[in-house]
């Protein structure tokens, strides 16, 4: 079935430095790709999402951009901030129903002053 | 707009027991999707309910059921409760479900432990 792969965290980082998050993904059909971020106590927000190959999601200086010669959908901050802390979360909607979402383990990204 | 609600935020049960979550979606919203999240396995789908109907389940025993009611307002039972019960539940809203291109929004979620 459908999966996704991101890197194992926790992944900590200084204020301003740069992030990238990996994320690979197996999927029989065309999915939809999603990131998803979740702050301490609280549910998941969606913070960027691609529909097709080669679609850049953007949003709060994050970016990640679809590949499909890859299968990755890699997350990218140029300066990340201490309120960029939380985990996140790559994803993809199922290939037999776009209702169901498939993610990834999670990475805990913390960032210092 | 009013967001996801979720309740109660948090319960404590012991095995054997039964429970009940309830989640309101978003005004306008008739799909509502339901997922387990523990530290061991992650977030899985439970299923999906959409016009009062399930039409997507994910790999969860009997045990695990669901109902929507005809204001889109959802509930999930646990029957028999387990130890490996325990985790957050969220239940995300999307307006008709089944499209990638309608984001889903989640709750807080409700945070189920059980001794």
């Known amino acids: 079935g459908d999966s996704v792969t991101q890197m194992e965290g926790p992944v900590t980082l200084s204020e301003e430095a740069f992030l990238t998050i990996n994320c690979t993904y197996t999927a029989t059909g065309y999915p939809s790709l999603f990131w998803y971020v979740q702050y301490p106590g609280e549910g998941l927000q969606l913070l960027l999402k691609?529909?097709?190959?080669?679609d850049k999601g953007s949003n709060k200086g994050f970016e990640a951009t679809y590949r499909k010669e890859t299968t990755s959908f890699h997350l990218e901050k140029g300066s990340v901030q201490v309120s960029d802390s939380a985990v996140y979360f790559c994803a993809l909607s199922d290939s037999s129903s776009a209702s169901k979402i498939i993610f990834g383990s999670g990475t805990r990204l913390s960032i210092r002053p | 707009k009013a967001g996801v609600t979720q309740t109660p935020r948090y319960l404590i049960k012991t095995r054997g027991q039964q429970v009940t979550l309830s989640c309101s979606p978003i005004?306008?919203?008739?799909?509502v999707s339901w997922y387990q999240q523990t530290p061991g396995q992650g977030l899985q789908f439970l299923f999906e309910y959409f016009s009062e109907t399930q039409r997507n389940k994910g790999n969860f025993p009997g045990r695990f059921s669901g109902r929507q009611f005809s204001n889109s307002r959802s509930e999930m039972n646990v029957s028999t409760l387990e130890l490996g019960d325990s985790a957050l539940y969220l239940c995300?809203?999307?307006?008709?479900?089944?499209?990638?291109?309608?984001?889903?929004?989640f709750g807080d979620g409700t945070r189920l432990s059980i001794l």
């Open positions: 691609a529909t097709k190959a080669d």
């Open positions: 995300a809203s999307s307006l008709l479900g089944g499209d990638s291109n309608q984001p889903q929004h």
């Open positions: 005004s306008g919203h008739r799909s």
